[in-house]
């Protein structure tokens, strides 16, 4: 027994993760291609438009937000899918979000297990390292039907949320058999607010750290996300590509077209 899993991707780290038939959003983000957002020391602009709009998603079930205080993660568009719906959130969020009953403000490694369109699943948020002084998460997702993998650990889908590379991740691969990794890439390096004018501070992980995560992870597939479309990204697809092949991972990478549902698993 294991778990399916059919992503469709639709800009940047958005995209609906389709788990053993109940559809999961990460990130919502719904802002045509020349909106920006002045964010005091970087300004952030997307350049691409999302490959559905929110009058094209099939039913949303639930969402999985690694943090709500970034407009490139969540934009006011995306935010009126909160509305009514479950929602996995950092501790800050689910206060910022407030009042949404259904918003759960989650701490590292804090575990839910919830019903979501009538199947049973566990939530299981991760740690991060993204901008300082901001929470943002990550998630595991995990349920009593997805069965059992490497060493009789129960498997299980990771998706990493906004974070460059931390050892205290490792430990994942003693939990659970993750069968498929899905991360935010694109190796984001903005200005510090402490100086605005000095070397610029990396945000997410690029292909090397992607990479390095994915080994530790133990991990059955890779999923790249969030490497286009913004320019505080530093490593687009061709670039990720490449490091994959160096890295000698490259047949274990699945790499998602925008609007199109790709079966995982």
């Known amino acids: 027994m ?15 993760l389709e788990i053993n038939g109940v ?3 990460t990130d919502p983000f719904f802002s ?6 002045d964010k005091g020391s970087v300004i952030l602009k997307v350049t691409e438009d999302p490959a559905l709009r929110l009058d094209q998603l099939p039913v949303i079930d639930a969402v999985l937000l690694s943090h709500e205080d970034h407009p490139d993660n969540l934009d006011e568009l995306g935010r009126q899918l909160l509305d009514g719906r479950r929602v996995f959130t950092t501790v800050d969020g689910g206060k910022n979000l407030s009042p949404r009953p259904a918003v759960h403000g989650m701490k590292p490694w804090e575990e839910l297990e919830t019903i979501i369109a ?3 699943f566990k939530i299981i948020a991760t740690p991060t390292q993204h901008f300082p002084g901001n929470e943002c998460t990550g998630f595991i997702v995990t349920g009593k039907d997805f069965g059992t993998g490497r060493d009789g650990l129960p498997n299980a889908i990771y ?13 994942i691969a003693d939990r659970y058999h993750i069968c498929v990794a899905v991360m935010n890439l694109g190796n984001a390096h903005v200005p510090t ?25 133990k991990a059955d597939v890779l999923v790249p996300m969030h490497y286009e479309s913004w320019g505080h990204f530093t490593q687009f697809g061709d670039e990720l590509r490449q490091t994959f092949e160096a890295e000698g991972i490259s047949e274990k990478i699945c790499w998602l077209t925008g609007g199109k549902k790709i079966t995982v698993l």
């Open 32 to 37: 045509p291609a020349g909106t920006f957002w």
């Open 118 to 120: 009538g199947k049973k």
């Open 2 to 16: 294991s778990p399916t899993l059919e992503i469709t991707h639709i800009g940047t780290a958005t995209a609906i």
């Open 23 to 25: 559809n999961f959003l």
């Open 193 to 217: 607010t402490e100086d605005p004018n000095g070397p610029l501070m990396q945000i997410t992980m690029g292909g090397n750290d992607g990479a390095k995560l994915f080994r530790a992870l």
């Open 159 to 171: 998706f990493s949320g906004d974070t460059v590379y931390i050892e205290e991740l490792n430990s």
